[in-house]
């Protein structure tokens, strides 16, 4: 199946600094890119939606200036936490689709695990 | 709007049993219909999806799952449950053609095979 990677797999930063999560599609372009932040024992919540070249779709709550997200190419996406702070300690995890239509399945990657202290 | 129903939080099944992790779903028009699995700290891996057509979706490692419009469920299920098997499972949905690119996970299933 189509592998997407995550850098870095685990970070910690102090708070407020920035941190750069990078997604990478590795044998596939990847059309749509989506980014999504998933809590202990919970759910993923989607945070944003991005296509190549356009603007990312921010979901309701989550503020565009905090959480950067740059699809530059149709094999990479990245997210910049900016400012960071204790509560964004969180696990973000990257998805890909290969096609525009909503039948493609999402492949997605490892994940990362970020602490600010 | 859409949304995606997980009725159990965890599901206990002996190893060589037969396994079932429900799910419903609600969305307007047709619904194309995941299920992943996650293992512990790692990304979802896709296992299966309903699109169009048979009822009966086989997937990965043995899975399969049946999408049932008039109950609005997509169960999956495993003849055979390995102690491999045990992870957390998400079923997703999303609306068709005018869905766009919105997927919608269920709260998650926990899936523990004992030995």
């Known amino acids: 199946g189509a592998v997407v990677s995550q850098h870095p797999s685990r970070v910690i930063c102090k708070s407020g600094t920035s941190v750069k999560i990078e997604c990478r599609s590795l044998d596939f372009q990847a059309t749509t890119m989506f980014w999504y932040r998933q809590f202990p024992k919970q759910s993923l919540m989607l945070m944003a939606t991005?296509?190549?070249?356009?603007?990312?779709?921010?979901e309701q709550g989550v503020e565009k200036d905090k959480f950067l997200i740059n699809h530059a190419s149709l094999t990479l996406s990245t997210l910049t936490v900016t400012s960071a702070h204790p509560e964004d300690s969180s696990f973000y995890i990257c998805?890909?689709?290969?096609?525009?239509?909503?039948?493609?399945?999402?492949?997605f990657g490892p994940g990362t695990r970020l602490t600010v202290t | 709007a859409q949304s995606v129903a997980q009725p159990e939080d965890q599901v206990n099944v002996a190893e060589g049993n037969p396994l079932t992790v429900k799910c419903t779903y609600s969305v307007s028009g047709n619904p194309y219909l995941f299920w992943y699995v996650q293992y512990p700290n790692r990304g979802l891996q896709f296992l299966l999806k309903?699109?169009?057509?048979?009822?009966l979706v086989k997937g990965s490692y043995g899975f399969e799952a049946e999408f049932n419009k008039s109950q609005t469920s997509f169960h999956l299920k495993k003849p055979s449950a390995l102690v491999s098997d045990s992870a957390l499972y998400f079923c997703a949905v999303r609306a068709g053609n005018t869905g766009g690119f919105k997927t919608i996970f269920g709260a998650g299933t926990r899936l523990f095979v004992k030995a």
């Open positions: 998805s890909a689709t290969q096609g525009l239509a909503g039948a493609y399945e999402q492949y």
């Open positions: 991005s296509n190549e070249g356009s603007k990312a779709t921010y």
């Open positions: 309903y699109i169009t057509g048979d009822n």
